[in-house]
């Protein structure tokens, strides 16, 4: 069965400063990946995602990520990051199962910006 | 605009009473989701659906039930077998792709409280 690890459950970066969020899967194949936001008592909106081809992903809101195939990794990266940043994100594998794709999502990392 | 609608977006049940969690989209997407998320934890799927008639039980079926009489429209129920049913409910919408590349798209969420 796959699974998703997201090692930091909480990271805090001042404004202006460059983001890494970490995830990691595990599946006998290549899954397809996605990376979702979530502002408080909000749903989720997909940032990006990646199926095939170009390992280096790039999303909305100024967001990529790239795809390490070595190392089972697919981390969010944003080179300077905004006040309006600050939610959860989450990163999640999609598998065949039967017909449909089963998504399955990680725990979440909560970023903060401060000043 | 397309999108999903969830309602009602609060929700407060008594122990024992059953209630029924609303979800609507327009995207014309044949397949919807409905997860669980609870602080700490990735989303559960509780049960999807890929075609009106038809659903499934994802990981956590027990104590809900759901309905597909129409393509725009996926009901929650949450009855009274469900024993621990305080969380954030999210639907979510999706083609229905032959090569699995499909993206789940979500709506704003309910969050249930047992009193």
């Known amino acids: 069965a796959q699974s998703v690890t997201q090692p930091d459950i909480h990271i805090t970066v001042s404004e202006g400063a460059s983001l890494e969020l970490r995830c990691n899967y595990s599946?006998?194949?290549?899954?397809?990946l996605f990376w979702y936001v979530q502002s408080p008592g909000q749903g989720l909106q997909l940032l990006l995602k990646?199926?095939?081809?170009?390992?280096l992903v790039q999303g909305i809101k100024g967001f990529e990520a790239e795809f390490k195939r070595s190392q089972s990794s697919f981390n969010l990266r944003k080179p300077s990051v905004h006040w309006s940043d600050a939610a959860e994100y989450f990163c999640?594998?999609?598998?065949?199962?039967?017909?449909?794709?089963?998504?399955?999502f990680g725990t979440g990392t909560k970023l903060q910006v401060i000043p | 605009d397309g999108g999903i609608t969830q309602s009602p977006k609060y929700l407060f049940r008594k122990e024992g009473q059953n209630v029924t969690l609303s979800c609507e989209q327009n995207?014309?997407?044949?397949?919807m989701y409905w997860y669980r998320q609870d602080p700490g934890q990735g989303l559960r799927l509780i049960y999807y659906?890929?075609?009106?008639?038809?659903?499934q039980k994802g990981d956590i079926a027990e104590g809900y039930s759901v309905s597909r009489e129409k393509k725009e429209s996926f009901p929650l129920t949450v009855t009274s077998a469900q024993k621990n049913p305080t969380a954030f409910y999210l639907c979510?919408?999706?083609?229905?792709?032959?090569?699995?590349?499909?993206?789940?798209?979500f709506g704003p969420g309910t969050r249930l409280t047992v009193l």
């Open positions: 990646y199926f095939s081809g170009d390992t």
């Open positions: 979510a919408s999706s083609i229905v792709d032959y090569f699995l590349t499909d993206t789940q798209y």
């Open positions: 659906s890929q075609i009106v008639n038809d659903f």
């Open positions: 599946y006998g194949a290549t899954p397809y």
């Open positions: 999640a594998v999609g598998v065949p199962a039967g017909g449909y794709q089963k998504v399955t």
């Open positions: 995207l014309n997407h044949d397949a």
